[in-house]
């Protein structure tokens, strides 16, 4: 078999979901996996064979691997995402970096940029949808041709398999909602918590709350996308 290359994409692409109710269940079952196994959790050691991701940290200071770079790799190389030559290592001026206060703008210069919209398109093309590279294809306001996702309504019912954007004129955070209740909705988050890590959160999120940030949700153009 062909050697397997540090975060290059699958060589065969996953199959198609038969309809919109397939493709939601497998949304939401590979970002939990992603979590299950690449979640930093609370009893993870920093180290070079360690694929949970932590990247914040150093993992080996003679080579500068990047705490769980291999999989970061991995999700930026496989939905097109600029900088993928960035992940694998930290360098001494980001982790310095990392230690004190900075601003979005000296983040994307000095490290890689962030990545939570970049984990939610990995989540949806690993789950089989027909998607082009980033960024995500969408538009505020009347829809365009080439659009592949859509801005929810406001009288719309958030579904899991959905992708929030809170905050967006700050920190533009995105998220896959991975269940709803009322209010409330659950999520597995890229490029979140204190490292830079995969996080779930459990109704830490309210609709009303990300509406009111300016942002809101998107969803797949099913006729386009499968």
Known sequence: PPPIVPGAPPAVPPAVPGNESAARDRIVAFAR???QEFGWHTSTVV???????????????????????VQICAIFTATGAP????????????????????????RNNTD????????????YMRSGLKLSSWPLKYSIGKPKSGDQLRVR??????????IGII????????????????????????NA???????????????????ASGGGFLTPIWEVVL
Not at 52 to 64: D, F, L, N, Q, V
Not at 94 to 105: K, L
């Open 33 to 35: 996996r992603q979590y």
């Open 47 to 69: 180290d070079p064979t360690n694929p949970r991701i932590a990247g914040k940290r150093c993992a080996e200071p003679s080579t500068r691997k990047r705490q769980g770079g």
């Open 83 to 106: 900088g993928s030559n960035r992940c694998l290592t930290l360098s001494t001026q980001a982790e310095a970096m990392y230690a004190r206060n900075y601003s979005a703008q000296e």
């Open 112 to 123: 890689i940029v962030s990545w939570c919209g970049i984990f939610c398109l990995y989540c």
């Open 153 to 162: 309504t406001a009288g719309e019912q958030i579904q899991p398999g959905d």
């Open 167 to 190: 905050n967006p004129s700050q920190g533009n955070h995105h998220f896959v909602v991975t269940e709803v209740a009322g209010d409330r909705v659950s999520s597995i988050d890229g």
């Open 193 to 211: 918590g204190l490292l830079m890590e995969i996080v779930k959160k459990d109704g830490q999120y309210g609709v009303s709350q990300v509406r």
